[in-house]
């Protein structure tokens, strides 16, 4: 839902899902664009997005890890959900970087990622993501928390308790009251994040 609201798609978009797994995003963003190009350092996660392939006009693409592959297009925006939250500050960084070689000038990152002001939480701080795009020269357009971690009715959602169909509504009820919370972390949140290069 959070992607959904600030997307600004005609169609015609290339797009790049960095991590991206076994293709979720890439398929649910694929008939909203021209070509999606999923980036994945696992071969068996690889393996499975095509054994459940949903559309055509998506590419997987193994990487390494280190090393970027030459992507065959240069690409209008980049998605990537819960991936550069497991990197240190400089990899991160370097890892943007290298990322934002790929992107149009002008196209955006559309970046999902946990924050946490606890040291123990092992994740990097609302300040040091913010300051780390800022170092790379890429325009902060939104950053806002998405969802906050540990919240019980998650719980409940996981094990079942709650039907799938109250989903949405509670979804809308968390983006409007984290958003109503700012930027300060209790334990972690989901933030969003839009950039521009």
Excluded at 110 to 138: H, M, P, T, V, W
Aim: net charge neutral.
């Amino acid at each position: 839902m959070a992607l959904e609201e600030v997307l600004e798609l005609t169609g015609d978009e290339i797009a790049l899902d960095f991590g991206c797994g076994s293709g979720r995003f890439s398929y649910w963003i694929a008939p909203k664009v021209k070509k999606v190009l999923g980036l994945e350092m696992t071969p068996e996660m690889i393996d499975l997005a095509e054994r459940n392939r949903t559309a055509g006009n998506v590419e997987f693409i193994l990487y390494d890890g280190v090393h970027f592959p030459v992507l065959p297009y240069e690409v209008d925006f980049i998605l990537s959900v819960w991936v550069l939250q497991y990197m240190e500050r400089e990899t991160l960084k370097r890892t943007v970087s290298e990322l934002a070689r790929h992107l149009k000038s002008g196209g955006r990152f559309y970046l999902i990622e946990q924050a946490s002001d606890n040291l123990r939480a092992g994740r990097l701080s609302l300040k040091e993501y913010l300051n780390a795009f800022q170092e790379l020269k890429l325009e902060c357009l939104l950053h806002c928390p998405i969802r906050n971690g540990r919240w019980w009715l998650l719980y409940l959602i996981r094990y079942g308790v709650i039907p799938e169909g109250w989903y949405h509504r509670i979804a809308s009820y968390e983006l409007k009251k984290r958003r109503e919370e700012g930027d300060f972390i209790r334990s972690y949140k989901d933030f969003l994040f839009l950039l521009r290069k």
